[in-house]
């Protein structure tokens, strides 16, 4: 599995990876979207957002995000390629 | 500016692929990607579509006289947005650097999607955009035939890297279902 940003944040990653990969084969592909790893998710996220900010990248995130935020506005105005 | 195109298919059905490609790293085809990270991951509600946006680290030897023009190091950073839906079996990944980005921009959009002529077999379909800017004045054609290079070297060895990875995921997902069969037959 591939490591996080933030050394120390690597293992919170793994595990939260490793509820991710098995929910995504065994619900969501299967049409339950039902969201079931949220927990290990916010541990790790905090995490590498201290790991971002330590690095000075978290400033870059947000001008990125100005310009292109995350989650991207409705589908609908997008056209589907 | 550079323009990219590949288009390329993966052997393996779309829902596979799309699973492999959250597992593409770490692979000994491409020991530049240092690290991965999901920042943000919802499901659209009315759409049932899942969205991610992920940071990938890279870390790669560039050129001492690239190094010196933007006053940069080997690590670079890369925000990645990327949309899977399972109905109209599509994931598309659009991605852009985070760092540099007052030099240049490489701008790149993946889409995998089940083959139109092959349904058990996927498409991959690979574009990108390069081009540097005024900061860079007279430099930004070297900048920029090195970055086409450098990407297309990417490309390359992350199709290498890609298909080993899903060669091994069949291998584990076979066992797993052999071994599922066997404890529900003892």
Known sequence: ?81 | MKLFKSVHMYDYPWSLVSAANWQKYPNEHCPHVYAVDVLDRRVEPDTGVLITERLITVKQNVPTIILKLMGTGHTQYVREISRIDPKSKTLTMDSINLTLSSYMSVAETIEYTEHPSAPGKTQFTQQAAISAGTKLSRWASLVEDFSAKRFQQNADIGREGFNQVLQRFVVRAEASAAHQAQAASS
């Not at chain 1, 120390?8 to 079931?36: A, H, M, V």
């Not at chain 1, 870059?60 to 292109?68: F, H, M």
């Open chain 1, 1 to 81: 599995m591939s490591s996080s940003i933030g050394s120390e944040c690597t293992d919170l990653k793994q595990k939260y990876d490793t509820c991710f990969n098995k929910w995504y084969s065994e619900k969501f592909l299967k049409g339950d979207t039902t969201p079931e790893c949220e927990d290990l998710f916010k541990d790790y996220k905090a995490c590498v957002m201290v790991a971002l900010k330590e690095k000075q990248i978290d400033t870059l995130l947000a001008d990125a995000r100005k310009e292109s935020p995350f989650p991207p506005p409705s589908s609908s105005s997008n056209s589907e390629a």
